[in-house]
């Protein structure tokens, strides 16, 4: 049982580049999001799904995109990077998306430098 | 909006000594979630605790406990017995439900525990 699991950990991209970073879960959790942390911050959300076909917008979703085809891959897209998006990610997920109480777990990260 | 304040930035404390780490958090929602969450170096987001808006009875798991006083909108983290391997960023969050599970995260507090 992985958990929940980023690839990759490190990325350097620039400007104008494209990239997916991807994000795979194996609880068979309903609920997966995105957030960001920038230095001296918490994390903030950027988007979340609560079952396949089904993905909306948090916090700060500018400059991403998502889909969500299964219940495991949750894949989130950066279509034209910026250095504002230098950040790192991480993915979390959750198994009742609907429970305030219910516990968000997350994966390792993945450190992203736009130069 | 829900908010989440950590008023330390940085704390020291000697090993085996107990530590409490501030939170206190705004919510208009009846229903909510309270959480710590442990960074390491690392990077990881390691969950520690939780404490649901309608729980009377403090949480507690481990050495951690959490000190929910409603009427002060205060949920503080205490370490007891601290040992080296707590040394780290600790977050505290609180969870809304609009549409689905949100986690709003305080900016953290770095712990540092000295031998």
């Known amino acids: 049982n992985a958990g929940v699991t980023q690839t990759p950990k490190f990325q350097v991209l620039k400007t104008g580049q494209s990239m997916t970073l991807q994000c795979a879960q194996d609880m068979n959790h309903e609920y997966m999001s995105w957030y960001r942390q920038d230095p001296g911050m918490g994390l903030r959300l950027i988007h979340y799904s609560v079952g396949a076909g089904i993905t909306d917008q948090g916090e700060v979703p500018n400059g991403y995109n998502v889909s969500r085809s299964t219940t495991e891959d949750f894949p989130l897209r950066l279509l034209s990077a910026a250095p504002s998006q230098t950040s790192v990610y991480f993915c979390?997920?959750?198994?009742?998306?609907?429970?305030?109480?219910?516990?968000?777990?997350f994966g390792p990260g993945t450190r992203l430098t736009v130069l | 909006a829900q908010k989440i304040t950590q008023t330390q930035p940085g704390m020291f404390v000697q090993e085996k000594e107990a530590v409490t780490l501030d939170c206190t958090y705004d919510t208009s929602d009846q229903s909510y979630g309270l959480f710590w969450y442990k960074q390491p170096s690392s990077g990881e987001m390691i969950f520690l605790i939780y404490q649901g808006s309608y729980d009377e009875q403090n949480a507690t798991e481990g050495r951690y406990s959490l000190n929910f006083q409603k009427a002060r909108k205060s949920a503080n983290l205490v370490i007891s017995a601290s040992q080296l391997g707590d040394s780290a960023m600790y977050f505290c969050?609180?969870?809304?439900?609009?549409?689905?599970?949100?986690?709003?995260f305080g900016q953290g507090t770095r712990l540092t525990i000295n031998p």
């Open positions: 979390a997920s959750s198994s009742r998306p609907g429970l305030a109480t219910d516990t968000q777990y």
């Open positions: 969050a609180t969870s809304i439900i609009q549409g689905a599970q949100k986690l709003v």
